[in-house]
């Protein structure tokens, strides 16, 4: 992977525009809090077209992200086992004290807190649902990746800046 990539990240829209990513805080995010980026710009305005339905508008922005400490699960076979084996654990051990199935946000609380995880870590690549008809160049065929990117450390977004504005 290399070290540096720019990467999408999705608003719904405001003016005037943002200077920095808003952090997502929601207990239900897949990775836990973090800013949330696409690695494709096309799976940013979906997201846009879908996720953003409370504003008539919304941006995407571009950074320059430092990718040098990600836990990559998409492309780095050796970081995606060590995933599998972190969340695993953190279900059985979770399992064990509840005796009740955990909800993500358990999950992602239990890995940042006793996961074992260094510290330098300062995101995670992860391959979202492949759920976007709309670039698809063969229908029902889900041959390509949608990719995001959770950053738990903002110090590796390098620069932030408009790039689209595009409409619910």
């Not at 998409?74 to 979770?94: G, P, T």
């Not at 759920?131 to 950053?151: H, P, S, T, W």
Request: a positive charge.
């Amino acid at each position: 992977m290399p070290k540096r990539r720019f990467m999408f990240h999705t608003q719904g829209y405001d003016i005037p525009y943002l200077k920095k990513p808003i952090l997502c805080s929601k207990d239900n995010a897949w990775l836990g809090h973090g800013f949330y980026y696409w690695l494709e710009e096309g799976d940013a305005i979906y997201w846009g077209q879908t996720a953003k339905r409370n504003y008539k508008k919304f941006g995407v922005y571009v950074s320059d992200i430092d990718c040098e400490n990600i836990l990559d699960t998409v492309f780095n076979e050796e970081h995606y086992i060590f995933w599998i084996r972190s969340i695993d654990k953190a279900v059985k051990n979770l399992y064990k004290t509840t005796n009740k199935k955990p909800t993500i946000e358990c999950v992602n609380a239990y890995l940042m807190q006793k996961g074992g995880w260094d510290k330098s870590i300062t995101g995670i690549m992860f391959q979202d649902l492949p759920v976007n008809d709309k670039i698809l160049k063969v229908a029902g065929f889900y041959y390509r990746k949608r990719i995001q990117l959770a950053i738990f450390n903002n110090k590796i977004i390098i620069n932030f800046i408009h790039n689209f504005d595009g409409e619910c």
